[in-house]
């Protein structure tokens, strides 16, 4: 079995119209973890798992998912979608919806009846089943949208945005049972335009602008060169050894010192040195740069392409990233 669910290369999609939703993208989603397609809106990440799910016919397509060649209909019953801005008919009970969709796929009504129970219990949904879609809150049609999304037990789930317009506690349930869907052994493809969101649970992330990936890889791998120790003392340092930690490679400012790298080993003698000189240590901590900091970096300093200057820089609104 292959470690990578989904390889693709130099995907493109030309809209009627003119539209350059897809310029060339390439894309390697690893087996079994939660894989986040980040950028703002427009960036084209849903054009992509359309793409991917067989709902838009690409410009051009290279690649395969779960080993057969993208488009490939049998393919398809290996996957669940869940889109953006999914609605179910209001006047249908939850339990309806998920029936329903279980019906599509060809099982029993006995078996999709059975399945419909089992998969809201799953999304802790089982007290609500026999009321109206209408009656939900939004996170409550998110979960249901996540259990139809799984009616077929699917490989890969395909999310489109699934947190968008969701509360906070929501966003929380939301985000559990995301991970319990990964430690069911399946892949999760998000969709975000909410970085912040992600960085809480994604294995690894694309980050996507204009068409065009800028970024690819596990969060460890993309802010590894911005990761350093901050480490805060209370108590006056001697000078003497002052000299040794910024010989060291340590930068010292009032009462917070900084060690670029992610290795926690040189920290160790430090905090022998500044102990044996009875300083208090009151925190020591990993810091990284954030994915929005990331982000802006990588398409709000050099621009896409890694050259030009971008004529407007993504407004960044709390955590959101919206055009
Ligand atoms: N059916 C369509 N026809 C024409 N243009 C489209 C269509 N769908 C999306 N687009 C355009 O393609 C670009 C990418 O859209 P989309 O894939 O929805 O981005 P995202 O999901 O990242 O917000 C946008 O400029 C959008 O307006
Ligand atoms: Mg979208």
Redesign the pocket.
């Known amino acids: 079995m292959s470690d990578i669910v989904i390889d693709i290369a130099d995907v493109r999609k030309k ?3 003119g ?1 350059e ?1 897809l310029r060339g993208v390439s894309l390697q989603v690893p087996r079994g973890g939660i894989f986040g397609l980040l ?10 798992v ?1 793409i991917l799910t067989s709902i ?1 016919r690409p410009t051009r397509c290279s690649g395969i998912m779960l080993g057969a060649p993208i488009g490939d209909k049998a393919t398809l019953a290996r996957v669940g979608y869940l889109p ?1 801005h999914a609605r179910f008919p209001e006047y249908l009970k939850g339990g309806e919806v998920i029936r329903y969709v279980a019906g599509l796929t060809g099982i029993s009504r006995t078996e999709a009846g059975q399945k419909a129970g089992q998969l809201l219990e799953m999304v802790g949904m089982q007290d609500w089943g026999k009321h109206k879609m209408a009656t939900y809150s939004k996170g409550m049609k998110q979960r249901i949208g996540l259990a139809q999304a799984l009616v077929n037990d699917p490989e890969i789930v395909f999310l ?1 945005e699934p947190t968008d317009g969701v509360d906070p506690k929501g966003r929380l349930e939301m985000r559990n049972l995301l991970q319990r869907m990964r430690d069911d052994g399946r892949t999760v493809f998000i ?1 975000s ?1 909410l970085l912040g969101e992600l960085e809480m649970i994604c294995d690894s992330v694309a980050i ?1 602008d204009k ?1 065009e990936i800028v970024q690819q890889g596990t969060i460890a791998e993309l802010t590894e060169k911005s990761r350093r120790y901050e480490l805060k003392t209370r108590g006056t340092i001697s000078e003497e050894l002052k000299h040794k930690l910024i010989a060291a490679g340590a930068e010292i400012e009032a009462d917070t010192m900084s060690m670029v790298g992610s290795d926690p080993a040189p920290i160790q003698p430090m905090l022998d040195a500044l102990r044996a000189e009875k300083i208090t240590i009151v925190e020591l901590r990993e810091v990284r740069q954030s994915l929005e900091e990331l982000f802006m970096e990588s398409v709000g300093a050099a621009g896409v392409g890694g050259t030009q200057k971008r004529s407007t820089p993504p407004q960044l609104p709390g955590k959101e990233l919206v055009k």
């Open positions: 809209y009627r119209g539209v939703a950028g703002p809106n427009g960036a084209g990440k849903s054009t992509l359309k838009v953006e489109d969709n335009h996507m068409g």
